[in-house]
């Protein structure tokens, strides 16, 4: 049994937003390489990034108008990429449904400026659509980058949807959009699935081979190891637990070799690749060195059921000590689960969760769905998490004014490094707000999560 190590949350309140409507699993991207993209139910998407003004580091909000979204539609996904070399370019997918009263309608739009000097410009590419009309309830939108024999590579987008069939949208670069592939000519992996995909994940390894996930609403979690020189599935795996899959995610572990699972090789330090599972009423589970053991070495997050329903996930190196630390966000208070890596004997390496953070007062009460996003700064973290509370009003205890941030955080010595700006956050009094976003930061110094 593991000590009660609940406390409050290491993180300081950085900005703080106001959303229309309220989000959801699949509304939240990273856009470039410093922005984020927020979307809404009610068809509004917001772009969060840091501005650095007058050598002070401040928040900035602004809604992107997206052309070609009803007033009447809700968005259910968002995702983006940048295209791969020597491609030059933003994209950026939303589907949504439109509802006219007697009928439905999903559409993807993929926006995308193919302008000399606007590839990269938001509100530039906000006004290029393609416009496609779909004939399924779309679910995750994601994207993944193709490689060919010949070194070439390609970006693309995989559509999830109650059809039970993940859709393939490829740029046709000489009429400048995109078009729906069949998806087993690039992914054969994907072509014959057991029930609706919630989330999916693809992660590229070594001699043009990759690993491929996927979590099904009907508890099925399938793994693939290609060759995508063919492609060819190499091996394949499936299990099946007692609740719909909400996250799957693949990640490299460095190891010391005699730690490792791969046997024979004669290194200091090898890489294993593992695979977190998370679900709505079970435990979250990683499957070690799944390249080699498939899903046959389980190992349980301890505690990880404790909480409400975990909807997603996250492997970020938390406290930048160079491993990988898993984040849980939930459906109640509970945020997410602070973890670490414990050698055990000679059998390689087990999860354990050290820490549990709420980073709510009960008086704040939210119910929620977060996703996150780490900065490219080296000593600032930036979370942000998509939330709304249970009767669609902001708690009393945020309807602040806006404060001013200081200028500099002054501390001693060695510790005075990248913290301007860490510490503020802005609010402004209003009503009937149904969806916040909040942005944490942390500097880490002389503090240690463990």
């Given at each position: ?132 009309e779909l004939q399924f309830t779309p679910f995750q939108l994601y994207h993944t980058e193709l ?213 709510f007062s009960p008086l704040c009460s939210f119910n929620l769905l977060i996703s996150f996003l ?58 009937h707000i149904t969806g916040l976003l909040f942005i944490y930061s942390h500097v880490f110094f ?5």
């Amino acid at each position: 049994m593991l000590p009660d190590t609940r406390r409050s949350c290491p993180f300081a309140e950085d900005s703080f937003s106001r959303f229309p409507s309220q989000s959801n699993m699949y509304g939240l991207c990273q856009a470039g390489e410093q922005e984020l993209l927020a979307a809404t139910l009610k068809g509004k998407v917001v772009c969060f990034r840091y501005q650095d003004l007058q050598h002070k580091i401040r928040p900035v909000a602004k809604e992107v108008q997206f052309t070609y979204i009803p007033v009447d539609a809700e968005i259910v996904s968002i995702d983006s990429f940048n295209k791969s070399s020597p491609n030059r370019g933003l994209v950026v997918g939303i589907t949504f449904i439109k509802d006219s009263g007697d009928k439905a309608t999903p559409f993807l739009n993929i926006y995308c400026d193919y302008e000399p000097g606007s590839e990269f410009n938001l509100e530039s590419i906000a006004q290029s659509c393609l416009n496609l009309e779909l004939q399924f309830t779309p679910f995750q939108l994601y994207h993944t980058e193709l490689q060919f024999e010949e070194g070439q590579r390609e970006t693309v987008f995989l559509l999830s949807g109650h059809d039970q069939r993940i859709h393939l949208y490829k740029e046709n670069a000489s009429l400048h959009q995109f078009e729906e592939q069949p998806v087993e000519k690039f992914f054969p992996e994907l072509s014959e699935l057991p029930s609706n995909v919630l989330w999916m994940d693809v992660l590229s390894i070594d001699n043009c081979r990759r690993l491929t996930t996927f979590g099904c609403q009907n508890g099925c979690v399938g793994l693939a190891l290609v060759n995508q020189r063919g492609p060819e599935i190499v091996s394949s795996w499936r299990l099946q637990q007692d609740s719909p899959i909400s996250t799957v995610l693949l990640f490299p572990l460095k190891l010391p070799a005699h730690n490792s699972s791969k046997a024979g090789l004669q290194a200091d330090e090898v890489t294993e690749y593992n695979l977190l599972v998370t679900s709505t009423i079970e435990m979250a589970v990683v499957y070690r060195n799944v390249e080699q053991n498939g899903m046959s070495k389980p190992v349980c997050l301890t505690d990880s059921d404790q909480c409400d329903a975990v909807l997603c996930a996250l492997l970020i190196d938390l406290d930048f000590d160079g491993q990988q630390e898993v984040l849980l966000g939930t459906y109640g208070q509970v945020e997410y689960a602070r973890t670490q890596f414990i050698p055990k004997r000679n059998e390689g390496y087990f999860f354990i969760v050290s820490r549990l953070w709420s980073l709510f007062s009960p008086l704040c009460s939210f119910n929620l769905l977060i996703s996150f996003l780490i900065s490219t700064g080296p000593s600032v973290l930036q979370i942000p998490a998509a939330k709304w509370n249970n009767r669609g009003t902001v708690p009393a205890d945020v309807e602040t004014k806006l404060q001013e941030p200081p200028a500099v955080s002054h501390l001693p010595g060695p510790h005075r490094r990248r913290t301007e700006g860490t510490g503020h956050s802005y609010y402004k009094r209003t009503s009937h707000i149904t969806g916040l976003l909040f942005i944490y930061s942390h500097v880490f110094f002389n503090h240690s999560l463990v």
